[in-house]
Nanobody, 114 residues
Framework: QGQLVESGGGLVQPGGSLRLSCAAS????????MGWYRQAPEKERELVAQ???????TYTDSVKGRFTISRDNTKNTVSLQMNSLKTEDTAVYYC????????WGQGTQVTVSS
């Protein structure tokens, strides 16, 4: 509980940008693959992007070229820069940490609407 703390999110117009950040404890962060998932109303939660401890990244096809995941190993944070946002990006976004454990943040709402 409370091991992943998210910030960012909000309301943005189509074509706009938002940045999400997630802070974790040093122990969790150092050994975890960090990811961002999202869940839209009446849809299943899906992986958006993830980054390994070595910096390897994976993106779901719908966000490739628009979203960038990064991790700051000095601040124990993972960020998701979201550009060229579309209405279909509207969802609750969750931070995730995996390595045997599977930890979730509380979620942050992203709404893309004109």
């Amino acid at each position: 509980q409370g091991q992943l703390v998210e910030s960012g999110g909000g309301l943005v117009q189509p074509g706009g940008s938002l940045r999400l950040s997630c802070a974790a404890s040093k122990t969790i962060f150092s050994f975890s693959t960090m990811g961002w998932y999202r869940q839209a109303p009446e849809k299943e939660r899906e992986l958006v992007a993830q980054i390994t401890t070595g910096g390897m990244t994976t993106y779901t096809d719908s966000v490739k070229g628009r979203f960038t995941i990064s991790r700051d190993n000095t601040k124990n944070t993972v960020s998701l820069q979201m550009n060229s946002l579309k209405t279909e990006d509207t969802a609750v976004y969750y931070c995730n940490a995996k390595n045997g454990w599977n930890l979730w943040g509380q979620g942050t709402q992203v709404t893309v609407s004109s």
